[in-house]
């Protein structure tokens, strides 16, 4: 059973226009919500968390938005650069550090 | 400079040979996880560790065994690794201050174990 799924495998968008990337998940006791993105042969990095107290999170360009009772969140990046094609991945924990991963999605930025 | 190290970075193994590959961090972090990654299933959590000496399962420890003895050490060891082991492997360290986390990444480590 996948807790955390990423359902759009890809995602081209234009270059200074708004990406966004979904997540939804289905145990309700996650309150730990993080994004990642990664580039091929590295290892991911960490973009922005948010937790289950709060609905929305800033960092720079990403936003990352929560809505409990649609158990989704979003990750919003404004504007896209092509520096930002990579797959992210939404990860959620329920109050460890036990954590579980969506299955991806490859952001393309077209220049 | 903040980082996490994992060695080796390539590892070709056979069958049933003890294998351990070693994961550290300079940021003193109380957080460590191993991760498994692969085609089509994304990120796997293996083991994790609250702090020094406590540690836990993740989502696939099923063949794998950690340790941590040290804050800035967490070793991942294969005792008898099996060809269904055959993956990339991350090492994380995280802080997690009030509702804010930050997590670093190694830079992983491709196993083959044939």
């Known amino acids: 059973d996948q807790q955390v799924k990423q359902n759009s495998p890809s995602l081209s968008v234009q270059e200074g226009r708004i990406s966004i990337l979904n997540c939804d998940y289905t145990n309700s006791m996650f309150d730990y919500f993080l994004w990642y993105k990664k580039y091929p042969a590295e290892g991911p990095t960490f973009l922005i968390s948010?937790?289950?107290?709060?609905d929305k999170n800033e960092d720079g360009r990403f936003t990352v938005f929560l809505n409990k009772s649609a158990k989704h969140l979003s990750l919003h990046i404004v504007p896209s650069q092509p520096g930002d094609s990579a797959v992210y991945f939404c990860a959620a924990s329920a109050g460890t550090y036990k954590y579980i991963f969506g299955t991806g999605t490859r952001l393309k930025v077209l220049a | 400079e903040a980082q996490v190290t994992q060695n080796p970075r390539y590892l070709i193994t056979v069958t049933g040979k003890k294998l351990t590959v070693t994961c550290s961090q300079n940021m003193n972090h109380e957080y460590m996880s191993w991760y498994r990654q692969d085609p089509g299933l994304g990120l796997r959590q293996i083991y994790y560790s609250m702090n020094v000496e406590v540690t836990d399962k993740g989502d696939v420890p099923e063949g794998y065994k950690v340790s941590r003895k040290e804050k800035r050490n967490f070793p991942l060891i294969l005792e008898s690794p099996s060809p269904n082991q055959t993956s990339l492997y991350f090492c994380?360290?995280?802080?997690?201050?009030?509702?804010?986390?930050?997590?670093?990444f190694g830079p992983g480590t491709r196993l083959l174990v044939l």
């Open positions: 994380a360290s995280s802080r997690r201050v009030g509702s804010q986390e930050t997590q670093y």
């Open positions: 948010i937790s289950s107290i709060k």
